[in-house]
């Protein structure tokens, strides 16, 4: 098949896209995801009928939105969510979690934070009449009363929170007594790396705007958790479930003259590439709760 001729539209949204991609590389604070995901819109994704952005939990999943709602699923699995809960998912994207949690669950309205105004829009259309309240805002200075909610769910989004530890402060403050934190999350492990992977691992930082502050191990994080005062319930590394099987599937994706078609040229050589310098990582799914009345 031959891919249609290169529209003007198209090679304009290309050319707006590759400055931004430019610009993420080189900017020295790593604090604007929402520049991020307005410039991947909704069409520099993997997906096929959603709009999920997560690496998926690929155990049994063979498609990237199966993959991506497992990971839903785990994190929901672990957390012990049950009927009734007040929910916060914290980092929503298009809302294709909370959609997930509201039909699986039967919850009172789930509230989904989400600092990037495109992707808030698109997900009132898409699920804002399936029991979520989608609230533009951020995960760092959160814009809901003290002890309101049961569980807050932070699938795959805390690495951008410009700091992470007022993040935990915040998740604190707004779940109840004995609520429940739980993260998806990939984190760096601590060793020795060379000069090469450290530029290609700056440049990651840069295209997904990850701050310094983040880019620190597991055992470091679990050490803020408990100084807010959380209690670790669970920890389960996925690493094997999620980084390998997501670059097979992205390889062949990128291939499909669809995707291909809708893709920005250099995020289709990144994804369909080998693994990037990001991937010296673990990919956990972390259950705390917090102490105290
Ligand atoms: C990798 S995407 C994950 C989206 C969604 N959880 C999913 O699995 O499809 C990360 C999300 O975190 C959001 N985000 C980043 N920083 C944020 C902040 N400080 N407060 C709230 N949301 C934030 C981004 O806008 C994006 O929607």
Not at 114 to 138: C, H, L, M, P, W
Not at 146 to 163: G, I, N, Q, T, Y
Not at 196 to 209: A, D, F
Request: glycine share 6%.
């Amino acid at each position: 098949m031959t891919s249609p001729k290169a529209t003007p539209s198209r090679s304009w949204r290309q050319f707006k896209e590759t400055m931004s991609l430019l610009y993420l590389a080189v900017r020295p604070r790593r604090s604007r995801p929402d520049l991020v995901y307005d410039m991947l819109g909704t069409h520099n994704n993997l997906a096929e009928q959603s709009l999920f952005l997560n690496l998926g939990y690929w155990e049994k999943a063979k498609t990237y939105d199966a993959a991506c709602l497992a990971l839903a699923e785990e994190l929901a699995k672990d957390a012990g969510l049950k009927d009734g809960q007040k929910l916060l998912d914290a980092g929503c994207g298009f809302g294709d979690a909370s959609h997930f949690w509201s039909q699986s669950y039967k919850l009172p309205r789930i509230k989904a934070l989400n600092i990037t105004r495109s992707q808030v829009e698109i997900a009132r259309e898409r699920f804002g009449k399936d029991g979520i309240d989608f609230v533009e805002g951020s995960a760092m200075n959160m814009p809901f009363p003290d002890k309101e909610f049961d569980s807050l769910f932070a699938l795959e989004s805390s690495f951008h929170f410009p700091d992470r530890l007022q993040f935990f402060r915040e998740a604190m403050r707004v779940l109840k007594p004995g609520g429940v934190l739980a993260i998806a999350d990939f984190f760096p492990i601590s060793q020795k790396i060379s000069l090469s992977q450290r530029v290609k691992e700056w440049i990651g930082r840069g295209l997904w705007q990850i701050p310094k502050a983040n880019w620190i191990d597991l055992k470091a994080v679990e050490k803020q958790l408990a100084g807010v005062g959380f209690e670790l319930r669970s920890l389960r590394d996925i690493s094997p479930h999620v980084f390998r099987p997501y670059k097979d599937y992205a390889q062949r994706r990128v291939k499909d003259p669809v995707v291909a078609e809708r893709l920005h040229p250099l995020l289709a050589k990144s994804w369909g590439g080998p693994h990037s310098g990001l991937e010296r990582s673990q990919y956990v799914i972390l259950v705390l709760t917090k102490k105290g009345n």
